[in-house]
């Protein structure tokens, strides 16, 4: 049984265009998950973010209203049905009403199961690690294959 495979992010980065995962996140996170480029990521995954705009900086992070972001995982709930969800960042999983650890699948009351995944900014210390980028690599790949 094929299942589609859904990305959500924050918002698009300081320096990337309008679509999810158009920047060096979307580079860090094909390359996380063993593909070729941001373009097969793009290709492979169906990728939105919360937020239309960068939301500006906060100190090493970025400053994301949890409210505005919680708002529009609402409007997006309907077109998650059925989907495995990978939620990039603790704080998109707070907008969806998840506050668990990375890497722990849950079903979402809405009908679909989710994912929090370590934020792929490079202010994430989590990826550092050689070990956790090939544990992601072998844990996302069955994900990919068997999304249509």
Known sequence: ??????LVGQ?????SGDRAFDGRS???LAAYMG???????LERVECHNLLRRYPGSAGKGDRFPLGPAARAARRLLGRLEGCHVLLAGRKVGLAFGMDCDYLTWTDHPAGFRAVVIPHPSGVNHW????HNRRWFRGW???LIQEAP
């Not at 049984?1 to 859904?6: G, H, I, Q, S």
């Open 26 to 28: 979307g580079d860090r």
């Open 35 to 41: 593909l070729g480029d941001r373009s097969e990521l």
């Open 127 to 130: 990826w550092n690690d050689e």
């Open 1 to 6: 049984m094929t299942v589609r495979l859904v």
């Open 140 to 142: 996302v790949a069955p």
């Open 11 to 15: 918002a698009p980065g300081a320096k």
